[in-house]
T-cell receptor, first 117, second 112 residues
Framework: AQSVAQPEDQVNVAEGNPLTVKCTYS??????LFWYVQYPNRGLQFLLK??????LVKGSYGFEAEFNKSQTSFHLKKPSALVSDSALYFC???????????????FGKGTSLLVTP | ETGVTQTPRHLVMGMTNKKSLKCEQH?????MYWYKQSAKKPLELMFV???????ENNSVPSRFSPECPNSSHLFLHLHTLQPEDSALYLC???????????FGPGTRLTVL
């Protein structure tokens, strides 16, 4: 089964410093990987996705993610963190094809990012 | 942010109550999803509807009953819930055949 793992429950970083939120994947075949962000009392917002092509994917709000096939990782990065980036971040992988069409998304358990002033 | 709306945002109910959660999407999508989000656990996919037809039911207890009257609206009817059903219930939608899903803000459900 297609799955992702987020090894850190929480990541703390000072404002202005680079941030990394880790994700590793386990898939059969080519991976289709996603990052979502959830701000307090809000739903999940799509940040970016990797299908094929460049290993560095650029997304919303200045975030990017680096696909590394040899390490089966898809870490989320930002060069300079903002306090407003504090949120819950979810990595996901495209899973089974759903009946009728479409795909399931298999999510990690989330990583809480805290950016301090 | 307003593409997928959910009401109510918060709901407290007793175990004998019957209530419904509502989701509406304004994105022209044809696939809609219900997820359960519990603390420190991955999102759990509950139901999927595609063109108003239920296509997935991930072994969800019958005390949760979904309804999809049209491609823009999705309901989750609740009855005789248990305290362990307390969670954030998220609705999402996507274009048919596409994998990117767009989420609503969720309903925070507390079962007493």
């Amino acid at each position: 089964a297609q799955s992702v793992a987020q090894p850190e429950d929480q990541v703390n970083v000072a404002e202005g410093n680079p941030l990394t939120v880790k994700c590793t994947y386990s898939v059969s075949g080519n991976p289709y990987l996603f990052w979502y962000v959830q701000y307090p009392n809000r739903g999940l917002q799509f940040l970016l996705k990797y299908i094929t092509g460049d290993n560095l994917v650029k997304g919303s709000y200045g975030f990017e993610a680096e696909f590394n096939k040899s390490q089966t990782s898809f870490h989320l990065k930002k060069p300079s963190a903002l306090v407003s980036d504090s949120a819950l971040y979810f990595c996901a992988v495209r899973g089974n094809t759903l009946k009728g069409s479409g795909y399931a998304l298999n999510f990690g358990k989330g990583t809480s990012l805290l950016v301090t002033p | 942010e307003t593409g997928v709306t959910q009401t109510p945002r918060h709901l407290v109910m007793g175990m004998t109550n019957k209530k419904s959660l509502k989701c509406e999407q304004h994105l022209g999508h044809n696939a809609m999803y219900w997820y359960k989000q519990s603390a420190k656990k991955p999102l759990e996919l509950m139901f999927v509807y595609n063109f108003k037809e239920q296509t997935e039911n991930n072994s969800v207890p019958s005390r949760f009953s979904p309804e999809c009257p049209n491609s823009s609206h999705l309901f989750l009817h609740l009855h005789t819930l248990q305290p362990e059903d307390s969670a954030l219930y998220l609705c999402a939608s996507s274009d048919t055949g596409k994998d990117t899903q767009y989420f609503g803000p969720g309903t925070r459900l507390t079962v007493l």
